[in-house]
């Protein structure tokens, strides 16, 4: 696991670094607090081939690790591949730009969907995830970060001019108790089946 672990790091840290560092390379008038990091992998945008491959690599290193450690427990396994490829997908369909008018309509819809999908199956993923947990507090934190997720991604439309802000605080806390829960946390069923034996 700690090969998957050591890469799934290396691909975080990377996120981190092109969210904050791209930036200043991409479309002119783009901004931190205002605009996302799909608008950085936008159509017609410089280098958004960059922040693209690291959508594609974030989502290939959650499946490493996740098929490494969730092996025995095949429903949150599938969820996080469903989430995995949904996300891997944001990375193929790019967003509109930020300034020009003509753009590929029907694939900024489908990063639009895809993205959509992504947030929502690791919502999913963080409820069903609880049931497989033993230690109370990883419990709690499955439902927190599900519920994290859920503000930030509404908070991002209540308040459009801190978008930017808002999903890279969104990326760094799902993709990084992601890392942590996958590497720290106890799995097993902690319930009893029903007995219906006299």
């Known amino acids: ?55 594609m690599l974030l989502s290939i290193v959650t499946v490493f690790l996740a098929t490494k450690v969730l092996k025995r427990y095949w429903l949150p396994l599938y969820l996080l591949y469903f989430f995995a490829a949904a996300f891997f997908f944001t990375g193929v ?22 993205s ?5 199956s690791f919502c999913v993923y963080g409820i069903v995830i609880s049931f497989y947990l033993k230690d109370k507090f990883e419990k709690v934190s499955a439902i927190v970060s599900c519920a994290l997720v859920a503000g930030l991604s509404l908070a991002m439309l209540e308040f459009p001019t801190y978008r930017g802000i808002l999903q890279r605080l969104l990326f760094i806390l799902a ?24």
Do not use: C, D
Not at 101 to 106: A, N, V
Not at 116 to 120: D, E, L
């Open 116 to 120: 959509a999908i992504a947030g929502t």
């Open 175 to 198: 993709f990084g108790w992601l890392f942590y829960s996958l590497v720290t946390f106890t799995f097993g069923r902690t319930y009893k089946p029903i007995s219906y034996e006299k």
């Open 93 to 114: 369909y790019r967003h509109a730009p930020i300034h020009k008018l003509f753009y590929l309509e029907g694939e900024h819809l489908a990063h639009t969907v895809f």
């Open 1 to 55: 696991m700690r090969r998957y672990g050591t890469l799934y790091a290396i691909v975080y840290v990377l996120m981190l670094l092109v969210s904050f560092v791209l930036p200043f390379f991409s479309s002119e008038g783009y901004s931190i607090r205002e605009n996302s990091l799909s608008e950085l992998g936008a159509q017609e945008t410089p280098y958004s081939w960059v922040m693209n491959i690291i959508f």
